[in-house]
């Protein structure tokens, strides 16, 4: 049967044939839409399904110990590409029950991966690094399919997001502890770093495979185990890299994946006392939800929440690299990053040109579907992103801002919008408070360094930043100034799983990445020797 599925989707007459057995099964629905364009991402999203569902790698069931598992009341929930507003897969809808059993498989599993050597893991890891590679293209695919990013950006992703796999199979040998000088001749005192134990990581839609590796590489190296609940809205790359992890041999119960009804998961997580860490990623009220339900338990908490990201350009700035850079930082994934650019500050003298030159580039930028050559921004996630972005800016112009390209949804439909410039923006007006999340570029005006890191510094958030200057001096004056965990000079591709990556004030607590994330997963125990001078 499993085999006159996999036909089916190989050709459609086949697939019109035997529909009944697809949705029962596999429960993988595809739609033919009549739109030019919608016609060419059904037959992408035909024969990309069809590949992975060879390859194992169409999962839409969660991961619980050993077991593939539906719900338990057989509810499902719709994975929609939002480049058509096609259903892909139905995937199932879990809730507190089968996250009760994750956890329980995670905390069974723990005995024995604590136990394991360093080097143990480490080659685990590396060996699901290499899967996640080698499978590069398809990862790519599916994440494009299910967010909508260009396929490029994708591709980027896979590679960075198992960067951190391949960074934490080789830290894992490196959780070095300490040995203290004692204050008494007859002490001997030494730390030792161990793992915290069950992690609860909850992820977002934005990065669907990168913000799962970045926490689970280093829980997994420390010798947690995990239970993942990536978000409801894209958990087919989630699920493939775990069967990866599957097919690296990582053992059953040490990598679970629930999703679906995301309160009643967060709540089963909350209350398990065998959960010992919360690890989220997501907006900044979600955070701290879970930070305040974190309390009960007494939990170790790492969030990364919500930016609001100045990028503030000097008179003194090199304009090739400001634009390029503004453009970076703004535009990737549609707008839709944590760290995007949310408020342009540019210096008076420069102003002028620095617009015109910005208008340029974006009057270039291709719109539409993700797996079209040359585009470089796809669709946003949802209608409610969306109608955020619409509302952010007529509350903007409605108090003196104005539109200086784009400003509407995009003519190709569902949740396309265009490229936006937004002038004459001020910092009070809502568009510079809230997190836009999306391709919309609000320039301020400014005219001293001390008013822009002020500008700049204005907000509850404090996540990534950048700095356009030609002055080595200024650069350093003002990196040390910014209240963010992540300041670019001159650069806006800075993340990356060597460096550490997190927020001060309301954009959260704790670090990814780097020897700094690896500290995390860990406890610190301190053990003394006494009457160590005894015969
Ligand atoms: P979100 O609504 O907070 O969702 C994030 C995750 O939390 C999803 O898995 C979601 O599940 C889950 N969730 C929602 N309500 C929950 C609850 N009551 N209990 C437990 N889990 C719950 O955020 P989003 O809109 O998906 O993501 C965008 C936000 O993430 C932005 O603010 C962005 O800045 C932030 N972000 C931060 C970083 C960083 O590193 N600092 C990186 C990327 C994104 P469902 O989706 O299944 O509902």
Redesign the pocket.
């Known amino acids: 049967m499993i085999s006159h599925m996999n036909m089916a989707l190989r050709s459609p007459m086949l697939l019109s044939r035997y529909s009944h057995l697809l949705s029962a099964k596999l429960q993988i629905q595809m739609h033919l839409s009549t739109s030019p364009l919608t016609r060419k991402m059904s037959t992408d999203a035909r024969s990309i399904a069809s590949q992975l569902s060879n390859s194992g790698l169409l999962k839409t069931q969660g991961l619980i110990g050993e077991k593939w598992s539906d719900a338990y009341d057989g509810k499902t929930i719709q994975v929609i590409n939002p480049a058509t507003g096609d259903s892909i897969a139905d995937v199932a809808c879990m809730g507190g029950r089968e996250t009760n059993d994750a956890i329980s498989s995670a905390y069974d599993a723990f005995r024995s991966w604590s136990k394991i050597t360093a080097a143990e893991r480490s080659k685990y890891l590396r060996k699901w690094y290499d899967l996640l590679m080698a499978h590069k293209e398809e990862l790519a695919q599916l994440i494009t399919l299910e967010q909508g990013k260009p396929l490029k950006e994708s591709l980027g992703e896979v590679s960075y997001g198992a960067g951190f796999i391949e960074f934490a199979s080789e830290e894992a040998k490196r959780i070095y502890g300490d040995i203290i000088p004692a204050p008494l001749s007859d002490r001997r005192l030494f730390v030792l770093k161990q793992p915290v134990g069950v992690v609860g990581a909850?992820?977002?839609?934005?990065?669907p495979l990168a913000?799962i590796t970045r926490k689970v590489g280093p829980a997994l190296a420390c010798g947690c185990t995990a239970v993942i609940?990536?978000?409801?809205?894209?958990?087919l790359t989630a699920l493939a890299a775990a069967e990866l992890a599957i097919q690296a041999g990582i053992p059953a119960g040490v990598l679970n994946v629930v999703?679906?009804?995301?309160?009643?998961?967060?709540?089963a997580?909350?209350a398990s006392p065998q959960v010992r860490k919360i690890t989220?990623?997501?907006?900044?009220?979600?955070?701290k939800?879970?930070m305040a339900?974190s309390a009960e338990t007494v939990k170790k908490v790492s969030?990364?929440?919500?930016?609001n990201a100045p990028c503030i350009v000097f008179d003194d700035a090199d304009l090739d690299i400001a634009v390029k850079g503004t453009l970076a930082a703004k535009f990737r994934n549609s707008g839709?990053?944590?760290?995007?650019a949310n408020r342009i500050i540019v210096q008076e003298g420069i102003y002028e040109k620095f617009a015109n030159a910005l208008l340029d580039a974006v009057q270039n930028m291709k719109v539409g579907d993700g797996f079209s050559d040359g585009v470089v921004q796809g669709p946003l996630?949802n209608e409610a992103?969306v109608k955020k972005v619409e509302s952010l800016i007529h509350d903007a112009t409605s108090k003196g801002a104005k539109v200086i390209i784009g400003g509407k949804r995009h003519s190709l439909g569902l949740t396309f919008y265009e490229p936006t410039i937004v002038s004459d923006v001020h910092n009070d007006m809502r568009i510079s408070r809230e997190?836009a999340?999306g391709p919309v570029a609000p320039l301020l005006r400014f005219k001293t360094e001390e008013d822009a890191i002020r500008i700049a510094n204005d907000t509850n958030a404090g996540?990534g930043s950048y700095v356009f200057t030609n002055s080595i001096q200024r650069s350093w004056r003002v990196a040390e100034a910014l209240e963010y965990g992540l300041v670019g000079v001159n650069e806006a591709g800075i993340s990356t799983e060597v460096a550490p990556?997190?927020?001060f004030k309301q954009?959260?607590l704790g670090r990814?990445g780097s020897k700094y994330g690896m500290d995390e997963y860990l406890e610190i125990k301190y053990v003394c020797l006494g009457n160590m001078n005894k015969e």
């Open positions: 909850i992820t977002p839609w934005n990065f913000m609940k990536p978000s409801e809205i894209t958990p999703m679906g009804n995301a309160p009643d998961i967060g709540d997580f909350l989220f990623t997501g907006s900044t009220a979600v955070g939800k879970l339900g969030l990364e929440l919500g930016g839709q990053t944590c760290i995007c996630i992103a997190e999340f996540l990556f997190g927020g954009s959260g990814e």
